[in-house]
């Protein structure tokens, strides 16, 4: 794997992002912000998943003020996601928050976004600067401010990635360009507390955007894939896009984007992370997906173990295995597993067999070796 892209730290809260912080992991809530106390409860939620960061929509300023109530009793740093009006920007940064997004394709004037800065600086917090495909300013719109539209300027008729003709402007360059448009608004004003994002929906798009932008500043970056769908193929896509990207080193915290309940977007980003071994919270699951030589319903006995294993909070490797034979070969590396077979298993750690056990006690005797192991911090992936 190469070497981690090197990247000066900021911090939101008191979460380090960036330099030699861990990836950090940030959702969304789905709640009307103006409903505190929806609001905190979700916080609440996906902190106990796993979240880091959370970010709120302040799309009025009704929602921008209660952010004052969500942020003194949130567990966790909260980041106000803002679009067209500065004005809700100043409020929810006196509102007490730790962070502030800010979308430099419907914030296009300058004036109003070193109004910002101005009082970012005085609060002493973060600015995100995101870009997103969906609302990137008209072509040759950049930092102007006027009524026109960018669907009617021209935007969605640039080229996307490997599709560009010699010397031709581009979506990535329109991204990276309207990114560091806003950069060195910041910079100009000697501010360098910096996070940055260019996502979009299409995954090699979005790739080489990050890429440019990787090149080009040492800011930390904040990686995502924009509505990347339902839990099952947005899982996927965003794992394609931000693996790729956090393989190359590429990123300092993700947030992945799903069309549901945000909890499943920490487990998801989660799950990114401890693949590439980047992160390790929790149970790590290896499930055989079964075959013709599996004697018992191994796929049900995985769903048991999963749904059992939501009360484990240490960073433990579990197996479960539909072949006596091969099971402990296959999962050696895992902490605890069991390798089923006709009406009995084999209970192994590392490979090595413990015991045997009957079908009805696979998972009660399963869930006894991770408690044992649980006790032994030291026998427990680290």
């Known amino acids: 794997m190469p070497e981690r892209r090197v990247s000066r730290q900021i911090h939101v809260g008191n979460v380090p992002v960036g330099g030699d912080a861990p990836i950090a992991v940030q959702s969304m809530t789905k709640t009307d912000t103006r409903d505190a106390e929806a609001?905190?409860?979700q916080t609440y939620e996906v902190a106990a998943a796993g979240c880091d960061?959370?970010?709120c929509a302040v799309p009025n300023m009704d929602a921008a003020k209660a952010l004052k109530e969500i942020c003194s009793r949130a567990p966790i740093p909260v980041i106000a996601d803002i679009h067209f009006h500065h004005l809700l920007a100043l409020e929810a940064i006196r509102s007490g928050v730790s962070g502030i997004r800010l979308n430099p394709g419907n914030i296009r004037d300058a004036d109003k976004v070193r109004e910002v800065v101005t009082l970012a600086k005085e609060y002493e917090i973060p600015i995100r600067i995101g870009v997103n495909f969906g609302s990137l300013p008209p072509i040759?719109?950049?930092?102007?401010t006027g009524d026109f539209h960018r669907l009617a300027d021209g935007v969605n008729k640039l080229a996307k990635a490997s599709q560009e003709g010699e010397g031709e402007y581009t979506v990535v360059d329109h991204m990276v360009a309207t990114a560091l448009w806003e950069v060195g608004i910041l910079e100009e004003m000697d501010f360098d507390q910096i996070k940055i994002s260019v996502k979009g929906f299409d995954v090699p798009m979005t790739i080489e955007a990050y890429q440019r932008v990787a090149e080009q500043t040492d800011y930390p970056l904040h990686l995502g894939i924009t509505e990347a769908g339902t839990p099952s193929s947005g899982s996927i896509r965003s794992a394609v896009g931000l693996g790729h990207l956090l393989y190359e080193g590429i990123g300092?915290?993700?947030?992945?984007?799903?069309a549901g309940d945000p909890v499943r977007?920490?487990?998801a980003g989660w799950d990114i992370l401890k693949s590439l071994n980047m992160r390790n919270k929790g149970v790590t699951l290896i499930a055989c997906p079964s075959c013709g030589r599996a004697d018992v319903d191994i796929i049900k006995y995985s769903e048991m173990v999963d749904e059992a294993l939501k009360q484990v909070d240490k960073p433990v490797r579990v197996a479960v295995m539909g072949c006596e034979v091969n099971g402990p070969g296959e999962a050696k590396d895992a902490d605890v597993g069991i390798a089923a077979g006709n009406g009995r298993g084999?209970?192994?750690r590392k490979g090595q067999k413990v015991r045997v056990v009957p079908e009805s006690e696979f998972v009660s005797a399963l869930m006894e070796e991770i408690e044992q192991i649980e006790l032994d911090p030291e026998a427990a992936t680290t």
């Open 39 to 41: 609001t905190i409860m």
């Open 252 to 258: 300092d915290t993700i947030r992945v984007s799903l």
């Open 140 to 144: 040759g719109g950049i930092g102007k």
């Open 346 to 348: 084999i209970i192994f």
């Open 53 to 55: 960061i959370i970010r």
């Open 265 to 267: 977007e920490v487990e």
